[in-house]
């Protein structure tokens, strides 16, 4: 019934930008925290960014900090992620997630094992 789509994938050159969206249904959305993580190949999966129901708390992995941007639009039952500057190194695919909480100020989780559902992802290539 919950169902995450992510869109917004693709090829893309060095240094150039992507905004991906998460679009969210069978769920009340306000009711979740929602985070994205990339796994590349060969590699665990890591955390990228969260925010809180109300958008009041966001949450970036250290490293990613100050060049990818987390959004969301709780009209539209949607998650965004801007991504800026973007390196080689960022290729993954890019999964969106789900957390419930009890709190619109809820800090978002930067732990996977705290989200209760997930997107099926989608590739960023970043071109050298």
């Known amino acids: 019934q919950v169902q995450l789509v992510e869109s917004g994938g693709g090829l893309v050159q060095a240094g150039g930008s992507l905004r991906l969206s998460c679009a969210a249904s069978g769920l009340t959305f306000t009711n979740y925290a929602m985070g994205w993580f990339r796994q590349a190949p060969g590699k665990e999966r890591e955390f990228v960014a969260a925010?809180?129901?109300?958008?009041?708390?966001?949450n970036y992995a250290d490293s990613l900090r100050g060049r990818f941007t987390i959004s969301r639009d709780n009209a539209k039952n949607t998650v965004f992620l801007r991504m800026n500057s973007l390196k080689p190194e960022d290729t993954a695919v890019y999964s969106c997630a789900a957390d419930r909480s009890y709190s619109d100020s809820y800090y978002p989780s930067g732990r996977e094992g705290t989200y209760d559902y997930w997107g099926q992802g989608t590739q960023v290539t970043v071109s050298s």
């Open positions: 925010i809180a129901r109300s958008s009041s708390n966001t």
